[in-house]
T-cell receptor, first 111, second 113 residues
């Protein structure tokens, strides 16, 4: 059974640009969550999608957005990138019970 | 690989010793707790979980203890191996369909051969 797949693994963007990250959940998992991990702030919740609807959102500015498709795949978008957006972005999927499984993340560097 | 955190609390143990990693959680309403292991360049990997109606749960070489009175969680690793070297995070959440994980700051476990 394939795990959570995130693409790309690494990304370098310039300040002011926008970026789209992709996450393919484990087959059968309908919930997808996104987290940002930085050395200073640790792991912080961005948002969760379930059946194409955003169910929960963390305390991030509106530049951070996401969506989920009918096949449960999810994308997150960050517009007008800032240096502080450099981070490891992690996606986690689960069934509607508790068991979160994380992908390996996308390492975003903003220069 | 990338560093997952700087200035993390560090626990250094000898190979073969037992390790105990502690975590203070924040929300008294939290009813589900998970320990994750994160190796350099990888995402968090599930180790063991526990619900709030339990105070102890055992897995293979790992035990989680929950003390709700003082909002404390611990992870015990028996016979620690070099492959256990990683950053360990506790995470808490509370019931409902929109639950999210709230992570602790992490502890770096360094196993000396």
């Amino acid at each position: 059974k394939a795990g959570v797949t995130q693409t790309p693994r690494y990304l370098i963007k310039t300040r002011g640009q926008q970026v789209t990250l992709s996450c393919s959940p484990i087959s059968g998992h309908r919930s997808v969550s996104w987290y940002q991990q930085t050395p200073g702030q640790g792991l912080q919740f961005l948002f969760e999608y379930f059946s194409e609807t955003q169910r929960n959102k963390g305390n991030f500015p509106g530049r951070f957005s996401g969506r989920q498709f009918s096949n449960s795949r999810s994308e997150m978008n960050v517009s007008t990138l800032e240096l502080g957006d450099s981070a490891l972005y992690l996606c986690a999927s689960r069934t509607d019970n508790y068991g979160y499984t994380f992908g390996s993340g996308t390492r975003l560097t903003v220069v | 690989g990338e560093s997952v955190g700087l200035h993390l609390p560090t626990l250094s143990v000898q190979e073969g010793d037992n390790s105990i990693i502690n975590c203070a959680y924040s929300n008294s309403a939290s009813d589900y707790f998970i320990w994750y292991k994160q190796e350099s360049g990888k995402g968090p990997q599930f180790i063991i979980d526990i619900r709030s109606n339990m105070d102890k749960r055992q897995g293979q070489r790992v035990t989680v203890l929950l003390n709700k009175t003082v909002k404390h969680l611990s992870l015990q690793i028996a016979a620690t191996q070099p492959g256990d070297s990683a950053v360990y995070f506790c995470a808490e959440t509370f019931g409902g369909a929109t639950n999210k994980l709230i992570f602790g700051t992490g502890t770096l476990l360094a196993v000396q051969p």
